[in-house]
């Protein structure tokens, strides 16, 4: 069965911290993505990659920063936390065929504080 | 740039009634792929039915179906003898046809099955 690891389901940080947020899938997919999520706004894409050592901007990259240094694991980064960096944060992944759905991580709720 | 709406934030039906999500998108692509995901309160977000542009045929999965409109682009969701295990976030995304793109979502609609 298909699975998508995020590493922690809650995490508190403080402001300034520089803060790691890991995703590991066992499907060997090619894409990857990190979205975050807020009430009333739905889901936004931070970064995307779709290939090793690769990365894209999504709609929202301002503030993180992304590394993929194997097929199975893409980490977001946020430099230096801030408090409106709190939220939900979902990792997926997918198949490079365009028809290929999102499988999706359980997410890491982040509290910055 | 893709634009996806749901217009009904929230929503509340008795179990076993049938209950129809709208979402509309926007783009002036002629392929594209558009979804519908599902969010419980565990927060694991599930594919609920997938539905290609170039089909003409509405894509159905058991008690879910969609009413495609592409020249309206309009992808409404219907799921039909609701259950409790229904109750969750109900999320539209939308994906064009080419590229590593991932997708772009709507707002959400929070489904409320009563007993």
């Known amino acids: 069965d298909v699975k998508v690891t995020q590493s922690s389901r809650y995490l508190v940080k403080r402001t300034g911290e520089k803060v790691f947020l890991e995703c590991v899938q066992d499907m060997d997919h090619e894409n990857m993505f990190w979205y975050r999520q807020d009430p009333g706004l739905g889901l936004r894409l931070i970064y995307f990659?779709?290939?090793?050592?690769?990365?894209e901007k999504g709609d929202i990259p301002e503030g993180y920063s992304v590394s993929r240094e194997k097929k199975e694991r893409f980490s977001l980064i946020l430099e230096s936390a801030s408090t409106n960096q709190t939220s939900m944060y979902l990792c997926?992944?997918?198949?490079?065929?365009?028809?290929?759905?999102?499988?999706f991580g359980n997410g890491t709720r982040l509290t910055v504080t | 740039a893709q634009t996806v709406t749901q217009s009904q934030p929230e929503m509340s039906v008795q179990e076993a009634e049938t209950v129809t999500l709208s979402c509309t998108y926007d783009?002036?692509?002629?392929?594209?792929?558009l979804f519908w995901y599902k969010q419980p309160p565990s927060r694991q977000m599930i594919l609920v039915i997938r539905q290609e542009a170039y089909k003409q045929q509405n894509a159905t999965e058991n008690r879910f179906s969609v009413n495609f409109q592409k020249a309206a682009k309009s992808f409404s969701l219907k799921i039909s003898d609701s259950q409790l295990g229904d109750t969750a976030m109900y999320f539209c995304?939308?994906?064009?046809?080419?590229?590593?793109?991932?997708?772009?979502f709507g707002k959400g609609t929070h489904l409320i099955i009563q007993p």
């Open positions: 783009t002036s692509e002629n392929n594209y792929y």
């Open positions: 995304a939308f994906r064009p046809g080419g590229g590593a793109d991932g997708l772009t």
């Open positions: 997926a992944s997918r198949l490079r065929d365009t028809i290929s759905p999102l499988h």
């Open positions: 990659s779709y290939d090793v050592k690769m990365k």
